[in-house]
């Protein structure tokens, strides 16, 4: 096996088979490609601009690239696997273009800065593309939100029923939540976007390079401004996996909530069968596997985060060889992000709810307790006083075997000290959600705030960065 | 011992001893007491100015919790051990001054929005400390940097001396990763800043309270759209914790470089004796304690993150008692990351350098390679050829023992194939340095530059988030 | 403020305010008050036994040293909140006891080797005391499986009613993932039973200490074979936390268990109200607080592991003060076992189960589905065909809106083609279990052996070491 | 493309196009091809024992899933790329040999129990290796130990010189460290060895089976005591990453010192070529890639830990989808744990040690400072008063640039009130190594001692699991 190994002029021995394999990263770098020869076009391009290469080499140089370009674009490039890395296949590629020239792409660069620019043009374009599918799936949620704004089911605390609200209601927190994971990669995005081409291997170079003109050419802000910061930071990929990570929270949780309303204990949800798998051993099942599967897997994002930090932990500055580890993780958080996020949308916009045991649910037990309490308390009862008794009523309730809509006027009398005309309308699902139309509740006329809010949020163009 | 519990009416048995101490929080809670009552102030507020309460019972509310405010700042108010949380002992301490309003404070709340708009004011005001001591550091970063902008250091890379670069350079590595988590925090700050108050247990409330007005006046953007998400949601929490996982990674790294240049081997720096320790057993021995500690107590935000994120990790919407522990590692992380960044600052301020030493290091061996080989490709040879060759002089000076410094005049003629004069001059640690005069570089122009825009960066007041 | 400290003699400075603060671990190290006037105690004896100390001076400190147990376990010592740490607090006691010669308890240790031993001291109790608290818990655990043997309850695959089991059965899978903690902390006691004592700072002592002897004397298997290995090796503390982490992880799924069960959805379960809670607003709640927090406050193990792990990750060999670290999240996760342990026992003792809402669960739907399945492949029908034949039959009673149970002769007959006859007996829930009768399965034979075997494991005198 | 799917009865729909890929396991799972044939040919076995299957049909089964093993040790068996797992696979392949009859094999058995037992099966043959890999590596660091068993070089701490130790002192610690990892991987096997098959789903099932001839076929100590455990149950893979997570950081700590001592500045090791890299641009470096690369890797065991125990938190018990999460990073962790194993063993065997350097190093400065204040606490003066003379002694020699052994009688004498022929002797690293040759030590016949367990450990078969 050849090995195309971009040094060894100082070396007696060759590198142990072992060895080799564990240094290579060509299968992962591999989804580098298309950057790794953006850069080296644009590098290509300054070196001729700035006269630092012979006209003629260069040309010939940048004509090899771009036709690299078009075959990567069209698949025809295969993954060398006796290469080291995509920097070696590339050259490698090259030499057999135009010889020796090859050799003159690596004129004021080094493999320390190339990798740091090709991960971060990578990272940038990943996140666009997170940034659109979560859009998408914004805009399913705020579908079924608005079809079911008005649906009664329970809001729970501690997995408690504790009051009304409605689906709409419920859904549009996913939305929300969404909305805060575009805003942070969005942020990613544009605190990843200096260049750090340029830096070489720690220290710059004595070659007359114009690191404004390639930054630009590549779409950066502008060059980053310490060599030496340049090739030891890696804080775009622990920013990207905490972003990454954080989304994949929140898809856990919308995960969980869709595994419990799956049960039959709950009832509530039936969702498409294209997302759904049955058992090999209990035909009936339907199990939300994927759901289950985003569950799970939110938490390898978790672990990308900790395998990064603490690689990343106590590093001296200059290159160490230790962040080549930065990219396998980030890759397959990327990923999973982009599968998690088109899966969960597909469960949305299939998903079929059982309207009628949501309501059922929101008007069961002594869910309307809170709106009694705080009636109680608009009628000058001190709040732990009207707390209190309605704490009693239910205990009352409770040794008789009665839900509070049950609940007899004379144990409402005389355990409330309140009018039973007045209390009674308080229990049904619509009069606790109807009473609770301040905004950001799920009242119907906060609804439609609510609705009109993330109707705009999706309309704008991105995300805004906070700032 | 009394319990103070604001619930209880539907129990019939006391709780358990054990129970009753691994619920309690007050201990960590009270980190938030100034918070807690400036929210429950701007509530009190609000509920008289809507009417909400009757005016007289509202004044007098408002009064005692005036009279809290006072009490707290001067430091007279002490932890009650006895009481459940940070609510139930302010309200505990309200009804000793007013008696039953005291439970009129709750109207229109709970304790839900409560705690996460208390938690979300209080990292406001911690970001804002951090920020500060973050620009202190990085003045004296500044201030070192300038003083040795031009002395000759060695850039490392795999730990192995690399390139000659300055330490005025180095240091303002620093700085910029600082500058990073001056932005991270900046964006942090920014994204926690809406305001959960008034979403009450998780569907808002039938009172006619006004969000926007409490809002304003704890100096949040707005209201959070959705009463679900504002109770469930602890990104602000996540965000940073991340922010401070970076910002102690990277005084991590710069520890590292403190106690590795403080060994006998490297002999680079002297720390002032205020942040230096003994050894019980070792006399002679200079510990650099306090960068060991910084470095090792990293890995203890790290843990914070994780144990943060899987704590949230697929649980429901609306309250959870599990987020009961958002509060103790975030608390842990912000002290960790204030001291971490005073005792760095004491460290570098009082640094000494022994430049004779860094000099000869980056004089040494066969630092001046690179310089070489860029020199070679600048007069047409292919970078590869030229990388080669000197990998041969390399190897050829290392098996007479001497140094690149001291190769004959004959051994580089035949195996550079380059004329002796030209390459000499080029192996002074000042030649490579001055050499890499580009953007970003060590070279005395570029650091002119790199200075100037750092302090532009330290006079701009707070730091830009990024967007 | 006075500071303690057992060096300085280096110094012409102070040691810095913050730096102090920072450094300072008497609060944390206070639990382990116990454990070093022990150890300490061995070694001064040691010191006599080897007439290392003058007899009479040696006396003297021994009789201090007992006299400053004494007063420890009569709670008459307290935290002296300027020392250093434990081993500065011990030593200032001890001078005011028996002025200079309290120095010479130092004479061949230091700091470093006496930390370790006492902290694996400490360790190993604190393994025994869970140890034990893990059999009450199981001892719970078997009662209430014993009294629920037969109690009808759905199995669960993807939170989907699967197949038919009892009470018992799922309470003792419990069982079984404690006796592994157990099995697992019984390990680490014995593996971090080796004695560092004597391998001073590194390298030993040129006096002639008796390693073996302390070691017995502390109940120690023997002494560790390597001094440098002794004061680096944290493997006691981290193997520590990955049982503890298992520990609370298993009591995370019991307690996710224990939430959903009481949520109203399940219905399942009551818990008694001494580890049960209200709400501030909602009076009629029943908050299962402390499985929440348990479940919770795992992720909080998890931190710690990943903090211990990151912050021993690539430190050389020799003590480095990172280590300090090792003692926080040890103690605290020991201390969360403990309580936790404690609060599940008592929510399992006291839990009433509503074995009709069980059983009614465990015969609903299609949860036969697989017992039909089984019976037809034992007819010879190969399994995958039985396992479609049955979707069919399922996928059939639902377009028509009846349960398995309910499915009419005919249909029975003309999907599965199978008798009703046979059919029909197979689906509630008791045959279901009585068919399942194999080691380890629901039946009431394999439930008689099952119950045995728990029995025995809680007979035998601790945990068996798996070897 | 076609999908093999072992379920589908019930579903109208086919499953979505990213759906199949995201559940897809295949290809992770094809490591487990031996052990899920061995594993269903035991299964195979007992259905015709028990005469659970007609005898002909079993027979037929039986070698067809013989001759499947045969392929699969040939490597002629391909991954199916559109299988969903590897059951699935094998079924398939099966299917094509011997049609419907393959469908039998699922008699009695059900995916969860199968997975269960093929992954402990897999771990128990991955330890066997690292187990022998651990011994090979013990081996190389014995021979390097007994070669420089009294090499003087100084003893660390806070990475500054502490004492003299010697090489040979140093280096088996590390052999301690490695013995703690056998040991540790020994109890992993072992208490994973209990066999799931027959758990089925998660309640048994009704043919009547024999679980311990099975499990006594694959050489289990025996069967799970309780079905749902044995489904529900995955200590067995957070057991193994946590034992991976320890070794790895072992092998960081043993990296760092590698790449300490491999730089410029330590220059006491010269790793061989073949463990050696260079670089792209800085023809001189000779990179110690491999000890940085294993460096950084071990934090991905960390997050393979944090993953695995993340992921398990809060499951119900019975299967969940989740779990399926359980495999990649452990299959990673082991390959991890093996090459590092590998490459260490080449480092250590090749390593060239600069004896003169390290002896230097172990006699500059005032290293020896530690021998004179015991020498002075053995006659008698107090430990922290001795501590405190030779604390003064330093600082005097600091203030004119001398090094302890060159320290003058006089200052000598009227610092530290001895006669300076006694002090003087102490003071070279011999003097200091013989000094301490206490069990444990560095001194001559303490380190025959050593070396002498050290190879009786070796000689051990496999590692005494501590009990």
Not at 82 to 97: M, P, Q, S, Y
Not at 417 to 426: G, H, T
Request: glycine share 6%; proline share 5%.
């Amino acid at each position: 096996m050849k090995k195309t190994k971009l040094w060894g002029g100082a070396f007696a021995e060759a590198p142990d088979e072992t060895a080799w394999r564990f240094g290579q990263s060509i299968e992962s770098d591999w989804n580098l490609l298309a950057e790794e020869l953006e850069v080296s076009l644009a590098h290509a391009r300054m070196l001729e601009r700035q006269k630092i290469l012979p006209a003629a080499k260069a040309k010939k140089l940048i004509r090899a690239l771009e036709s690299l370009v078009r075959d990567a674009e069209e698949g025809r490039l295969k993954i060398p696997r006796d290469a080291e890395d995509i920097h070696a296949a590339v050259e490698e590629e090259l030499r057999k273009r135009v010889g020796d020239i090859a050799g003159m792409l690596h004129t004021g660069r080094s493999r320390n800065d190339q990798i740091a620019t090709v991960a971060r043009l990578y990272l940038r374009r990943r996140c666009d593309r997170l940034l659109s599918l979560i859009k998408d799936l914004q805009r399913e949620i705020v579908k079924q939100g608005a079809r079911h704004a008005n649906a009664p089911m329970p809001g729970y605390t501690h997995q408690q029923r504790a009051q009304p609200v409605t689906l709409g209601f419920h859904l549009l927190a996913w939305f929300w939540m969404l909305q805060r994971d575009g805003e942070r990669l969005e942020t990613v995005k544009i605190s990843a976007n200096t260049c750090p081409l340029g830096a070489a291997a720690l220290a710059g170079t004595p070659f007359k390079i114009d690191r404004h003109w390639t930054a630009k050419q590549l779409g950066f802000d502008g060059p980053t401004p310490n060599a030496l910061d340049a090739v030891s930071d890696r804080d775009f990929a622990s920013d990207a996996l905490h972003a990454c990570a954080t989304l994949m929270l929140h898809l856990s949780r919308m995960s969980q909530e869709i595994v419990l309303w799956s049960s039959e204990e709950f009832g509530f949800l039936r969702l498409p069968d294209r997302v759904t798998t049955g058992s090999s051993i209990m035909p009936q099942k339907r199990n939300p596997d994927f759901a289950e599967l985003i569950r799970g897997r939110s938490a390898r994002c978790f672990g990308h985060w900790v395998a990064h930090m603490s690689m990343m932990k106590a590093l001296p500055l200059g290159y160490n060889r230790d962040t080549q580890e930065d990219k396998p993780p980030l890759f397959d958080a990327l990923a999973l992000c982009r599968d998690s996020l088109l899966l969960m949308r597909t469960m949305i916009e299939g998903a079929q709810f059982d309207k009628q045991r949501m309501r059922e649910a929101a008007e069961a037990g002594h869910i309307a307790a809170t709106a009694v309490a705080d009636f109680l308390a608009s009628k000058g009862v001190p709040f732990r006083q009207a707390h209190e008794r309605v704490g009693r009523l239910v205990r009352a309730c409770e040794e008789v075997g009665l839900t509070l809509r049950e609940a007899t006027p004379d144990l409402i009398r005389s355990v409330l000290q309140a009018d039973p005309d007045e209390i009674l309308p308080l229990l049904s699902a619509e009069a606790g959600i109807r009473s609770r139309d301040g905004y950001g509740g799920p009242g119907p006329n906060a609804m439609k705030v609510q609705l009109a809010e993330a109707r705009a949020a999706l309309r704008r163009k991105g995300f805004v960065a906070r700032q």
